[in-house]
């Protein structure tokens, strides 16, 4: 049974920070590239970033670069996302996702397993 949970979501005022871990129960996480995505209300899922599978070699969508932290812990598998200096347009559901490859290319294409979303409300 394949299980990719997120948690850490909730309610945060602008400038806080926010912690999401995906636990990735089923999977070694050096063989999968992990890519975590959000989707605002009334727009299409996007990728926010990627850690390669074995390098730890980030990506960062350019809104997020010097905010967010994408890392992982092979031993636990989990993967976070620590999102500081967050703002309105952060809210959103954020999912996890793994790919069966090794690298960050085209990191927002090709998923092959989802997770089912946190919910992240960046409000005052």
């Known amino acids: 049974q394949v299980h990719l949970v997120e948690s850490g979501g909730g309610l945060v005022q602008p400038g806080g920070s926010l912690r999401l871990s995906c636990a990735a129960s089923?999977?070694?996480?050096?063989?999968?590239?992990v890519t975590w995505f959000r989707q605002a209300p009334g727009k299409e899922r996007e990728g926010v970033s990627c850690?390669?599978?074995?390098?730890?070699?980030?990506v960062y969508k350019d809104d997020v670069k010097g905010r967010f932290t994408i890392s992982k812990d092979n031993a636990k598998r989990t993967v976070y996302l620590q999102m500081n200096s967050l703002k309105r347009e952060d809210t959103g559901v954020y999912y996890c996702?793994?790919?069966?490859?090794?690298?960050?290319?085209?990191?927002?294409?090709?998923?092959?397993?989802w997770g089912k979303g946190t919910l992240v409300n960046v409000s005052s």
């Open positions: 089923s999977f070694n996480l050096a063989f999968y590239a």
């Open positions: 996702a793994l790919r069966e490859v090794y690298h960050c290319d085209h990191y927002d294409s090709g998923i092959n397993f």
């Open positions: 850690i390669h599978a074995s390098d730890g070699t980030t």
